[in-house]
């Protein structure tokens, strides 16, 4: 077992909870396991069960374990899912009704770099994938609702064409949370056909493997996003 007693020449739960830490990070405790029980943990790190109990309450808050008082103590799957709930907790608990709007203004730093990267490593199936989901987008132009999900895909599909397999982690918390971002920029009358015809604009540059004009695509593509937004938020009487 990797784990073993305790120097006492700092917090002892905080000692515990390094080495736990350090041992699921190295794979020795694997995701889904199960970890030793309170017992055991007690046993073998020679400590308090205060100290124990300590240390799987931060190690839980940091999302790496799971308790469950029937089976035990597990190790956290690598589902990009088990992060996406924290995360927009905590934004919800720091910055309120704001946390959409600040989420949008990252969005728009992150997406054209994000696509400039699919314009350079996007594969045939890939292009393949971004076309399906704009043709869902425009199949389902008449239930908003239904077609922000599909919008919200094309971005996942964008993300998972960089080659670069961080990106679609970074961003699925933030996607899923601007899901309600898109639903509500949906209920302005031009918006729908706005969106399609930027996504076909993203698209065209990414096929054409054209990396200045994909990167430009999308930032307009935020940049109209944002506008439709704000005119909506900021009592704009000539919305439709």
Same mark, same amino acid.
């Given at each position: 077992?990797?784990?073993?007693?305790?120097?006492?020449?700092?917090?002892?739960?905080?000692?515990?909870?390094?080495?736990?830490?350090?041992?699921?990070?190295?794979?020795?405790?694997?995701?889904?396991?199960?970890?030793?029980?309170?017992?055991?943990? $007690? %046993?073998?790190? =020679? &400590? #308090?069960?205060?100290?124990?109990?300590? *240390?799987?309450?931060?190690?839980?808050?940091? /999302?790496?374990?799971?308790?469950?008082?029937?089976?035990?103590?597990? $190790? %956290?799957?690598? =589902? &990009? #899912?088990?992060?996406?709930?924290?995360? *927009?907790?905590?934004?919800?608990?720091?910055? /309120?009704?704001?946390?959409?709007?600040?989420?949008?203004?990252?969005?728009? %730093?992150?997406?054209?770099?994000?696509?400039?990267?699919?314009?350079?490593?996007?594969?045939?199936?890939?292009?393949?994938?971004?076309?399906?989901?704009?043709?869902?987008?425009?199949?389902?132009?008449?239930?908003?609702?239904?077609?922000?999900?599909?919008?919200?895909?094309?971005?996942?599909?964008?993300?998972?064409?960089?080659?670069?397999?961080?990106?679609?982690?970074?961003?699925?918390?933030?996607?899923?949370?601007?899901?309600?971002?898109?639903?509500?920029?949906?209920?302005?009358?031009?918006?729908?056909?706005?969106?399609?015809?930027?996504?076909?604009?993203?698209?065209?540059?990414?096929?054409?493997?054209?990396?200045?004009?994909?990167?430009?695509?999308?930032?307009?593509?935020?940049?109209?996003?944002?506008?439709?937004?704000?005119?909506?938020?900021?009592?704009?009487?000539?919305?439709?």
């Amino acid at each position: 077992m990797a784990l073993k007693k305790i120097k006492q020449n700092k917090p002892l739960a905080r000692k515990v909870e390094e080495q736990i830490k350090e041992s699921i990070l190295k794979k020795v405790f694997k995701p889904g396991e199960r970890l030793p029980s309170e017992n055991e943990l $007690v %046993s073998t790190f =020679e &400590v #308090s069960r205060t100290a124990i109990r300590e *240390a799987i309450h931060r190690l839980a808050g940091e /999302g790496l374990i799971k308790v469950n008082g029937r089976y035990g103590i597990f $190790v %956290s799957g690598t =589902e &990009v #899912s088990s992060v996406v709930n924290p995360f *927009a907790n905590l934004m919800q608990l720091k910055f /309120g009704d704001m946390s959409l709007l600040y989420l949008m203004h990252a969005r728009m %730093s992150f997406e054209p770099e994000i696509t400039r990267l699919a314009a350079k490593n996007r594969t045939d199936k890939n292009l393949e994938d971004l076309n399906a989901s704009l043709q869902k987008m425009i199949d389902t132009r008449e239930d908003r609702l239904v077609m922000a999900q599909h919008d919200m895909n094309f971005h996942r599909i964008l993300s998972a064409s960089t080659d670069n397999p961080i990106i679609p982690i970074i961003m699925e918390p933030i996607y899923c949370m601007l899901d309600t971002f898109i639903i509500e920029n949906f209920q302005l009358s031009r918006a729908p056909e706005a969106a399609i015809h930027d996504h076909q604009q993203i698209i065209k540059h990414i096929a054409e493997q054209n990396e200045e004009e994909a990167y430009n695509a999308m930032a307009n593509h935020m940049n109209t996003a944002k506008m439709h937004w704000d005119e909506q938020h900021l009592g704009d009487d000539k919305n439709e």
